[in-house]
């Protein structure tokens, strides 16, 4: 058994109850669905369709039965990946 991350929880502000996020968030919902992605020349995101994430969520809490909303805050981080010279990619 896994130790519990408690960052992670999200807690019902009636009775304490904790959950993961995962048992209240739909990943479609949360990452939303996009398609058709139009970017411009230098790859800027100019359009697209679908729906947008979805980072609210309202939920009824398994043990006290009260409902509660929650928000996430979610950042994405990048950097750069240094190629491996010695690697050769074939494409078909």
């Not at 058994?1 to 009775?15: A, F, G, L, R, S």
């Not at 904790?18 to 996009?34: H, L, S, V």
């Not at 100019?46 to 398994?62: A, K």
């Not at 043990?63 to 010279?85: L, M, P, Q, R, S």
């Amino acid at each position: 058994m896994q130790e519990v991350n408690k960052n992670i929880m999200i807690t019902c502000p009636h009775c304490g109850t904790e959950y993961f996020p995962c048992e209240i968030f739909y990943p479609k919902d949360f990452f939303g669905n996009i398609t058709n992605v139009v970017r411009d020349e230098s790859g800027k995101i100019i359009s697209w369709s679908g729906t947008d994430m979805n980072l609210e969520e309202e939920f009824i809490c398994e043990h006290c039965g009260k409902t509660f909303k929650t928000k996430a805050y979610i950042n994405f981080e990048t950097e750069k990946v240094e190629e491996d010279t010695d690697t050769v990619t074939i494409t078909f």
